[in-house]
């Protein structure tokens, strides 16, 4: 089954303590980005990936980082989490750039 | 800055009827402008889309209209039902960009 698939599905954890959220895509897709969604803000944009060893920062990069090292994964990187990055997450991946996105089930990240 | 801006913020639509959400954006070089769908607990699944050299596209009972003049386009939901019940986010990118989401529309359809 074509799928983008992301772990942890919840996590709760504390300023300070760096996490990975990890992206895994099975479609040979080029393109994967992340994105956040906070209530009345929409989806953000965080970082992207054109390719592998190819990332740029997308509308709300701070606190957050990213590698493409393969082309099916694309992890995000909190260094050192603080409260304001508590939000729901979530990876998509596109054949072709940006046109259709194929978005994962979401990542619910709590950061006390 | 480009914007895409999405009204109304939630909606409630009786079995039946007709939903319309409505997106406005500014940057007239955007030529790509998707609909996506998302129910609760899923990522967002793309439901429909339309570039600016049609006025329409309709896919059963859901259609966008689309006016270039105005820089607005709409997505209407025939027939709603309350399956249909979901946040929906419209979008808007030019060859090139990222998509650029709109805020959301929480669809309620009562039955």
């Known amino acids: 089954e074509a799928q983008v698939t992301q772990n942890p599905r919840y996590l709760i954890t504390v300023t300070g303590k760096k996490l990975t959220v990890t992206c895994s895509q099975n479609?040979?897709?080029?393109?994967m980005s992340w994105y956040r969604q906070d209530p009345g803000l929409g989806l953000r944009q965080i970082y992207y990936s054109m390719n592998v060893e190819v990332t740029d920062k997308g509308d709300v990069p701070e606190g957050y980082k990213v590698s493409r090292k393969e082309k099916r994964n694309f992890p995000l990187i909190l260094e050192s989490p603080s409260p304001n990055q508590t939000s729901l997450y979530f990876c998509?991946?596109?054949?072709f750039g940006h046109g259709e996105l194929f978005f994962g089930e979401g990542s619910r990240l709590t950061v006390l | 800055q480009q914007q895409v801006k999405q009204s109304p913020q939630s909606l409630i639509v009786q079995k039946g009827g007709i939903s319309i959400i409505n997106c406005a954006y500014e940057?007239?070089?955007?030529?790509?402008f998707p609909w996506y769908q998302q129910f609760p607990g899923k990522g967002p699944a793309l439901l429909i889309a339309i570039r600016p050299d049609v006025s329409e596209k309709k896919e059963g009972r859901f259609t966008i209209s689309f006016n270039k003049s105005a820089k607005q386009f709409s997505l209407h939901i025939m027939d709603s039902q309350p399956g249909d019940s979901a946040t929906y986010f419209c979008a808007a990118s030019r060859a090139g960009t990222a998509l650029i989401f709109g805020k959301g529309t929480t669809l309620s359809v009562s039955s």
């Open positions: 940057n007239t070089a955007f030529d790509y």
């Open positions: 998509a991946s596109s054949p």
């Open positions: 479609m040979n897709h080029e393109y």
